[in-house]
């Protein structure tokens, strides 16, 4: 077994107590635990990039999903890259740098057909959690099949500012939309909108209704609507969109926290007489456009014409900070944690 000198422990993030609401700090522990040599067929990865999604908020509620609940006392689990630091497995070598599923943690130990190898030269590691991985592949998919997205389009797209809202609507743009417009919750997300990711308009969903604000922003209407957000963002679009429109549900973040029944849309009627058509994503359905993707946004980021933003916290203890800080709207682009050894 080829390996590199590593310590003895690690930090690893639990999950201390359910959230009610928003999370806090207490409903996590961060734990120091043995750093487990891998058995055969095993790889043992030190962690450089950690992810923090939305959807882990679902997993801290004890409730049946598409991905199963976070348990008590157990360290948690999500994306993240980082390079192999002892290998028991064919195929991998110590210093190869690989995307596994054992995030919240500063070692990894796992099989390796769970890892997958990626190219540091290609882009830089953290690219993987975001632009060349899952929410980029979410933006690519939900857009282009989901939505079945066609030039001339006019598309709006709510958390706009966020790792896969950017890419949806840059991605639109790309492909030859009409018009993008997008949403979020602050005046500077909304001029990188504008300025940075070359979004038409744009607008601060704080400042007034939705329904007002895509009003103004979209008078001939809006032909595909991607939602991150739901509420009154879709309930919003709904009266927006043009017959025949289309809705990718992708996330309703506006709801993770709530406590009580979430708020409408209650013009849903609407999408009788304007053949609407809203479907439901999950990114996992659509792995056979991975290399279409991969490709596609790799020239777009080599060109220059895509431009990819992260929102960077150093240090595994800054973790929960940083996944609480996302659901807040801490970040621009992609939240990601660093860490250092
Ligand atoms: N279906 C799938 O397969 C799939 C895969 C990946 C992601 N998703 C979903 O896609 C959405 C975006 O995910 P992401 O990873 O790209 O996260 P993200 O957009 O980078 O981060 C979340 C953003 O949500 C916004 N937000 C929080 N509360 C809000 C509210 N009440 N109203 C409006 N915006 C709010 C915040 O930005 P502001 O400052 O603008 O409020 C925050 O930055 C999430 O809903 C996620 O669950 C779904």
């Given at each position: 077994?080829?390996?590199?000198?590593?310590?003895?422990?690690?930090?690893?993030?639990?999950?201390?107590?359910?959230?009610?609401?928003?999370?806090?700090?207490?409903?996590?522990?961060?734990?120091?635990?043995?750093?487990?040599?891998?058995?055969?067929?095993?790889?043992?990865?030190?962690?450089?990039?950690?992810?923090?999604?939305?959807?882990?908020?679902?997993?801290?509620?004890?409730?049946?999903?598409?991905?199963?609940?976070?348990?008590?006392?157990?360290?948690?689990?999500?994306?993240?890259?980082?390079?192999?630091?002892?290998?028991?497995?064919?195929?991998?070598?110590?210093?190869?740098?690989?995307?596994?599923?054992?995030?919240?943690?500063?070692?990894?130990?796992?099989?390796?057909?769970?890892?997958?190898?990626?190219?540091?030269?290609?882009?830089?590691?953290?690219?993987?959690?975001?632009?060349?991985?899952?929410?980029?592949?979410?933006?690519?998919?939900?857009?282009?099949?989901?939505?079945?997205?066609?030039?001339?389009?006019?598309?709006?797209?709510?958390?706009?500012?966020?790792?896969?809202?950017?890419?949806?609507?840059q991605f639109a743009r790309l492909k030859g939309a009409k018009q993008v417009i997008g949403s979020a919750g602050s005046a500077?997300?909304?001029?990188?909108?504008?300025?940075?990711?070359?979004?038409?308009?744009?607008?601060?969903?704080?400042?007034?209704?939705?329904?007002?604000?895509?009003?103004?922003?979209?008078?001939d209407g809006i032909d595909v609507y991607f939602d991150n957000v739901g509420g009154d963002h879709l309930e919003a679009a709904?009266?927006?969109?043009?017959?025949?429109?289309?809705?990718?549900?992708?996330?309703?973040?506006?709801?993770?926290?709530?406590?009580?029944?979430?708020?409408?849309?209650?013009?849903?009627?609407?999408?009788?007489?304007?053949?609407?058509?809203?479907?439901?994503?999950?990114?996992?359905?659509?792995?056979?456009?991975?290399?279409?993707?991969?490709?596609?946004?790799?020239?777009?980021?080599?060109?220059?014409?895509?431009?990819?933003?992260?929102?960077?916290?150093?240090?595994?203890?800054?973790?929960?900070?940083?996944?609480?800080?996302?659901?807040?709207?801490?970040?621009?682009?992609?939240?990601?944690?660093?860490?250092?050894?």
């Amino acid at each position: 077994m080829a390996e590199q000198a590593t310590p003895t422990t690690g930090r690893e993030w639990q999950l201390a107590a359910r959230p009610n609401g928003w999370p806090q700090p207490t409903d996590f522990a961060l734990v120091e635990a043995p750093v487990r040599q891998p058995g055969p067929g095993q790889i043992l990865v030190r962690n450089d990039y950690l992810s923090v999604d939305p959807y882990m908020r679902g997993r801290m509620n004890d409730v049946k999903s598409y991905v199963p609940p976070f348990q008590l006392g157990q360290t948690m689990d999500g994306g993240a890259v980082g390079h192999v630091v002892a290998s028991a497995a064919e195929g991998f070598e110590v210093g190869d740098a690989v995307l596994h599923g054992l995030g919240w943690r500063e070692y990894a130990t796992l099989d390796a057909k769970h890892a997958v190898k990626v190219d540091a030269e290609l882009a830089p590691l953290s690219y993987y959690l975001g632009v060349l991985g899952m929410p980029g592949l979410t933006a690519y998919a939900g857009l282009l099949e989901v939505a079945s997205f066609k030039e001339g389009d006019t598309v709006f797209v709510s958390g706009a500012a966020g790792a896969v809202g950017s890419l949806v609507g840059q991605f639109a743009r790309l492909k030859g939309a009409k018009q993008v417009i997008g949403s979020a919750g602050s005046a500077q997300k909304v001029a990188t909108l504008v300025d940075g990711y070359g979004f038409d308009s744009a607008f601060n969903y704080k400042d007034a209704p939705v329904r007002e604000q895509l009003a103004a922003a979209a008078p001939d209407g809006i032909d595909v609507y991607f939602d991150n957000v739901g509420g009154d963002h879709l309930e919003a679009a709904i009266g927006a969109l043009n017959v025949h429109g289309r809705v990718t549900l992708c996330g309703a973040i506006a709801q993770y926290n709530d406590t009580a029944a979430p708020a409408g849309p209650r013009n849903l009627a609407l999408a009788i007489g304007k053949r609407l058509r809203l479907q439901g994503m999950l990114v996992n359905d659509h792995t056979a456009l991975k290399g279409q993707f991969l490709a596609e946004t790799a020239g777009w980021l080599k060109s220059g014409e895509l431009r990819y933003d992260e929102t960077v916290v150093d240090g595994v203890e800054n973790t929960v900070d940083a996944f609480i800080g996302l659901l807040g709207g801490a970040n621009t682009g992609k939240m990601v944690v660093r860490l250092t050894h």
